[in-house]
Nanobody
Framework: QVRLVESGGGLVQPGGSLMLSCAASGTIFRFRAMGWYRQAPGKQRELVAVITSGGTTNYADSVKGRFTISRDNAKNMLYLQMNSLKPEDTAVYYC????????WGQGTQVTVSS
C-alpha cells in the first residue's frame, strides 16, 4: 500500500507563495496520475491539480495560472508551487492518485491571511 506524507504548508499573506511537497512510498507512484486536493472548512474536498505519469498537467479554473504541479518519479515526490495566493485558497491540502485513491495522508494546512 502507498503511504502519502504532505508537507510545506503554513501561514502566508495574500499574494504570497508556498511550495507543497508529497512523499510517496512504493514504486507504483510513478505509474499513476496524481493530484493535489484541498478541503476548506465546511466544504467538500476538491481536486485542484493533476499530473499524469508522463507529465501532462491540468488545473481547476480557480487555480489556473497561479499553481503549478510537478513530480519527480525517481524520488517518488509530488509538488505544488502556489503563487499569488488568495484567502480563498485557505484549506488543508492533500495529495493522492487521480483515480483508485490510496489511503489519505494527514494533509498540510495552508492559511492565507493578512
Amino acid at each position: 500500500q502507498v503511504r502519502l506524507v504532505e508537507s510545506g504548508g503554513g501561514l502566508v499573506q495574500p499574494g504570497g507563495s508556498l511550495m507543497l511537497s508529497c512523499a510517496a512510498s512504493g514504486t507504483i507512484f510513478r505509474f499513476r496520475a496524481m493530484g493535489w486536493y484541498r478541503q476548506a472548512p465546511g466544504k467538500q474536498r476538491e481536486l485542484v491539480a493533476v499530473i499524469t505519469s508522463g507529465g501532462t498537467t491540468n488545473y481547476a479554473d480557480s487555480v489556473k495560472g497561479r499553481f503549478t504541479i510537478s513530480r519527480d518519479n525517481a524520488k517518488n515526490m509530488l509538488y505544488l508551487q502556489m503563487n499569488s495566493l488568495k484567502p480563498e485558497d485557505t484549506a488543508v491540502y492533500y495529495c493522492n492518485a487521480r483515480e483508485s485513491l490510496f489511503d489519505w495522508g494527514q494533509g498540510t494546512q495552508v492559511t492565507v491571511s493578512s
